[in-house]
């Protein structure tokens, strides 16, 4: 899960992390996130905790150093960087969802696209477009697709929706396929 950390969002986005959070305990999952007590990573701990769920967080020494860390969480990976905390997360999840979030959302959703379509995973990667909040990025991909600086087939890695049901019927969906390999002609 990637999501803001900001303490300043709309509230209707902190909704959204609690309804997705109440969705991945519903359905038995486990939520895989950056382990901060602050924003709709705070909300998302908080509900998974309340409802009895299970959640894995993946957080920088800096950040427990600073008591950025939720108390909440029974399973804690601290990793040197913020590179290797990607690198965890990327390992321990099944599935990417980005909520809408800061540079650091941003950064690991690139980081989750390049590495499908060179791909190092197979794992279906979802954009929850809440409010329009990724507009100007999903603007900004077909700018790239149009410019030719990245082809078309690319779209096919991700998948952009504005419900929670949606991004679930997706996920399960590319579940029920399997680890399919990707096309071999992906490569740029």
């Not at 590179?83 to 965890?88: G, I, L, V, Y």
């Not at 599935?95 to 499908?116: D, N, Y």
């Not at 590319?174 to 490569?187: A, K, L, N, R």
Request: charged letters at 25%; glycine letters at 6%.
């Amino acid at each position: 899960m990637f999501c803001a950390s900001s303490e300043s969002v709309d509230a209707m986005y902190n909704i959204l992390a609690k309804n997705l959070a109440e969705k991945i305990v519903e359905t038995k999952k486990t939520l895989v996130f950056g382990g901060s007590n602050l924003g709709m990573m705070r909300i998302m701990a908080e509900t998974v905790h309340l409802h009895n769920g299970k959640m894995i967080g993946v957080i920088p020494q800096r950040f427990k150093d600073a008591d950025l860390q939720s108390k909440l969480i029974p399973e804690i990976h601290v990793t040197p960087d913020m590179n290797s905390r990607k690198a965890k997360m990327a390992e321990l999840a099944d599935a990417f969802i980005a909520l809408p979030g800061g540079f650091g959302t941003l950064e690991e959703l690139s980081e989750v696209i390049t590495a499908k379509y060179l791909r190092y995973h197979n794992k279906p990667i979802v954009i929850i477009n809440t409010n329009g909040f990724y507009d100007k990025l999903i603007a900004f991909f077909e700018h790239l697709y149009k410019e030719k600086f990245a082809r078309t087939e690319y779209k096919s890695l991700y998948y952009i929706c504005t419900e929670i049901e949606h991004a679930w019927n997706y996920i399960e969906k590319h579940e029920d396929m399997g680890t399919q390999s990707i096309e071999s002609g992906i490569f740029a």
